[in-house]
């Protein structure tokens, strides 16, 4: 696995040296109340989007961040935890580790409120977990799984399953992208690094997680990221890559699959004032009710001429059916 270790050098690099274009860079800077992040964190900033939600960080969480960084997402979460350890970090690179260490200590200065061992860093691999079974109530990474090829990909999955409580939720951000892509860049070691070459079609990412035991998953959001023009990358044809924000929940397996929401919904606007569809889906008038591709599909074979489904938006912000 000689791609994980041009990796683990690629970012190595970019702890001892700030690299303000690498990877794809283009998480939001959230700007919270009383919230205030140092310049170097924004400047190692490597990521594709954010992890960072509210709703998910309610009720003193425990949340794990693979993949430090420059710990910008670390002082997030942090923001919410406010305790001793309550969010760990780990990194293979014991550099960006240290590299976390001293800008948390720029952050201690900026930010009133924030203390250092809030942020437990460990060293450790995403493919082994230095944590126990059930012990985090979020897990989060950020443009990290999409380095990792089929079978390190699917260990990676599996550690955040096992350490996840019950409910517990993994939100992601990585690259996606829905063209094929050649050898020459699959099998390119540095872009894989640099998170551009492993992106995988949503539906194949969204399987990866379903076949790991989440019972439910959410698109929460799909933008563009960036484009690998011939000439410049070794391709014939322009490829289109976007950035997708993912929660996979820790829920039961249902009996007829998981439930997937891309931001389909349901509107209905017959003649009554509501539709039930007697499976715990009440449809008032003329009032979308998100629901999930699965729920989605069942309600289109009914076959009913008051009833309008909405195209996927890739955007879902909780509430609707299941």
Partial sequence: MSYLKTTEDVYKEAALKPDVGLCCTTNPVWELPGLKIPKIMQEMNYGCGSTVNARDLVNNPKILYVGVGGGMELLQFAYFSRQKGGVTGVDV???MLEASRKNFKEAEQLNPWFKSEFV????????????????????????????????????AIAEMYRVLKPHGRLVMSDPVCEQ????????????????LSGSLPLNDYVKMLTDAG?????????RPNRVLAPGQYDTEELIYIESVEVCAIKDPMPEDGPC????????????????DDGKGHVLLQNQPLAVCDKTAGALERLGRNDIFLSPSTY???????C
Avoid: W
Wanted: aromatic share 10%; glycine share 8%.
């Fill in 93 to 95: 690179v014991l550099e």
């Fill in 120 to 155: 437990d860093l460990r060293k450790g691999n995403a493919l082994d977990l230095p944590l126990a079974d059930s012990s985090v109530d979020v897990a989060a990474q950020n443009c990290l799984f999409n380095i990792f090829k089929e079978k390190e990909l699917r260990q």
């Fill in 180 to 195: 094929e892509m050649n050898e020459n860049l699959r099998e390119d070691e540095r872009l894989r690094a640099l998170c």
């Fill in 214 to 222: 989440f019972g439910t998953i959410e698109i929460r959001a799909k």
């Fill in 260 to 275: 997937v929401f891309t931001g389909k919904s349901a509107i209905y606007f017959g003649k009554d004032e509501y539709f």
């Fill in 315 to 321: 955007h879902y912000d909780g509430g609707g059916c």
